[in-house]
């Protein structure tokens, strides 16, 4: 054992007989020198290493015949598996439940939108007399949708934005009414990705007048943010493909006129997004 290496004698020697302290047969072999003392030490080290038990064994051993300075790395060797053992042990972090699936929710909001026109296509002919249309603008959507505990939510919205419209229109307004569907990626963080489409029908004209009507729909990404209680900030960006009737415009400009009728146009939206949660009260 230790003190044999350094002194000659053994524990029980030294510590049972000379200062009558309680030790272990031969070191961790469960059984105490003095029968009249406690024996906590056996139940303390068995209990928490009990796999060092073989381990110090085998090097006690092999360690016979060799000489102090291989004796004491057998030692130094076991004593850092004992102290390596519980760290590696150590169960990593619970990861904190999702926040945005607790409950069934309501949800209704309200956003500002960002409307460009990266290409009018068939709405704005290369061959036209007249100048595009249909430009860029922006205006607002308002929208009521219902979110399960799954990673889905369905809702409906109504957009209205105004265009520029070259001066061929007074008030050039661009109305969408659309059902939108989003799919959580939830991580457990007040911060979520998601990815939504929509689908719907649209009318384009002057004045809340409908000189037009078609069909759009939606595809894009966003990020929401749970800022505390009930509100919800977000910031979204679709790809909105825009399918327009024929029409002739106040300048004489035959319109859309390309698809049995019909015309389409591209746009790429830009949602700044505030919502409210209203969760669904069980019974």
């Known amino acids: 054992d230790f003190f044999h290496l350094f002194f000659g004698k053994s524990f029980q020697y030294v510590l049972t007989q000379g200062l009558g302290v309680v030790l272990l047969y031969r070191f961790l072999r469960g059984k105490a020198y003095l029968s009249n003392r406690t024996s906590v030490e056996v139940n303390f080290h068995l209990t928490v290493l009990p796999q060092a038990v073989l381990a110090i064994n085998q090097a006690l051993r092999h360690s016979q015949g060799r000489s102090t300075r291989a004796r004491t790395g057998w030692f130094v060797a076991v004593i850092a598996v004992m102290v390596a053992r519980p760290l590696s042990a150590a169960e990593p972090p619970a990861r904190p439940p999702p926040i945005n699936v607790e409950d069934e929710e309501f949800r209704y909001g309200v956003s500002v939108v960002f409307e460009t026109v990266p290409s009018a296509g068939d709405v704005c002919p290369a061959r036209a007399a007249a100048p595009c249309i249909l430009g860029g603008g922006g205006g ?9 505990r799954s990673p889905w ?9 105004r265009q520029d419209s070259s001066n061929l229109l007074r008030l050039p307004i661009l109305q969408q009414l ?27 004209g002057s004045e809340w007048g409908i000189d037009t009507g078609g069909v759009v729909a939606g595809l894009g990404a966003g990020l929401e943010f749970e800022a505390g209680g009930l509100a919800v900030l977000g910031l979204a960006v679709l790809y909105r493909p825009l399918l327009l009737r024929r029409w002739t415009d106040g300048a004489g400009q035959l319109r859309a006129d390309r698809y049995l009728g019909f015309g389409i ?18 019974w």
């Open 140 to 148: 607002v959507a308002v929208w009521i949708g219902y979110r399960s």
């Open 153 to 161: 939510f369905i809702g409906g919205a109504y957009e209205f934005s």
């Open 178 to 204: 659309r059902a939108d569907a989003r799919y959580y990626f939830d991580q457990g963080n007040r911060l979520t990705f998601y990815l939504t489409g929509s689908a719907g029908a649209a009318a384009y």
């Open 265 to 282: 146009a591209h746009l790429v939206a830009l949602e700044l997004i505030f919502e409210v949660r209203d969760p669904v009260t069980r």
